[in-house]
């Protein structure tokens, strides 16, 4: 009977953790707009979910977090189908050829694009009684060959391909720079990112969102222009 007992009192204070830390990330959030009085966008934040439990996922939503983002399509989709709560689905993983169907019949958001090949099945598959399918183009900053995205000089011909696809609204841009721990440096390239999106806005393509910043970046991208953080360690802790 003790044992249970004890269960329960560590369970009960994740829960407590996770909702303290929303709250804590709410408020960074907060202070780092108020810091930058030019920033009068809102900040939509991300709860980054990989390998997280519905009941954590549950927890983080009972503490005001709305939007959920997640990598892997199986595990995503046990989690969509099974959370009796509806939050916005952010998928901000690698997009497989043969999983963009899938992707396309349960996500609201697709933060990864990064080829026409994959927008044009994310576009034949999204359900005509379902809205347009919102996307990010993803872009490789730091031309890292390990990393998915379109280098700078492609993004603006691929942008221009994407807006003829009916089921699909192209929103902006999403960007995993390589880890800086200066956040000089950080800065750095987050304005980098925001100065190629505002050419973009000013040649005419109707863009509203800036996805860039995580756990141990945020900060900088808030003050460089982010519109959506994806955060993850800072709100469920570090991955078993």
């Known amino acids: 009977m003790a044992s249970v007992y004890w269960v ?7 829960n407590l953790v996770i909702s303290d830390n ?7 959030i907060d202070e780092c707009m108020h810091a930058d009085v030019g920033n ?27 939007h959920f983002g997640e990598n892997y399509l199986q595990e995503a989709e046990e989690k969509i ?3 009796e709560l509806n939050p916005t689905w952010h998928f901000i993983g690698a997009i497989q050829s043969r999983k963009a169907k899938k ?6 958001w697709v933060h990864t694009v ?3 090949k994959v ?31 379109v280098s700078p000089d492609e993004l603006e011909s691929l942008i221009g391909e994407l807006k003829y696809l009916n089921n699909l609204i192209v929103r902006g841009l999403m960007v995993i720079p390589m880890q800086r721990d200066d956040e000089y440096e950080q800065r750095k390239v987050f304005k980098k990112v925001k100065d190629i999106y505002y050419n973009l806005v000013n040649k005419g393509y109707d863009l509203d969102t800036l996805s860039m910043g995580m756990s ?9 222009g982010a519109t959506m953080i994806r955060v993850g360690t800072s709100i469920f802790g570090l991955r078993e």
């Open 8 to 14: 329960f009192r560590l369970l009960k204070k994740c």
């Open 22 to 28: 929303v709250k804590r990330v709410l408020k960074e």
């Open 40 to 66: 009068s966008h809102s900040i939509t934040l991300i709860g980054a979910s990989k390998s997280q439990t519905i009941e954590k996922i549950r927890e983080a939503y009972k503490a005001g977090l709305r």
């Open 81 to 83: 189908i099974n959370l």
């Open 103 to 108: 992707i396309s019949q349960l996500f609201d």
């Open 114 to 116: 990064d080829s026409y």
């Open 119 to 149: 927008a044009e099945k994310l576009n034949d598959s999204r359900p005509s009684s379902m809205n347009p399918l919102n996307i990010c183009v993803q872009l490789n900053i730091d031309n890292e060959e390990t990393k998915s995205g």
């Open 216 to 224: 141990s970046d945020f900060a900088a991208a808030i003050k460089e």
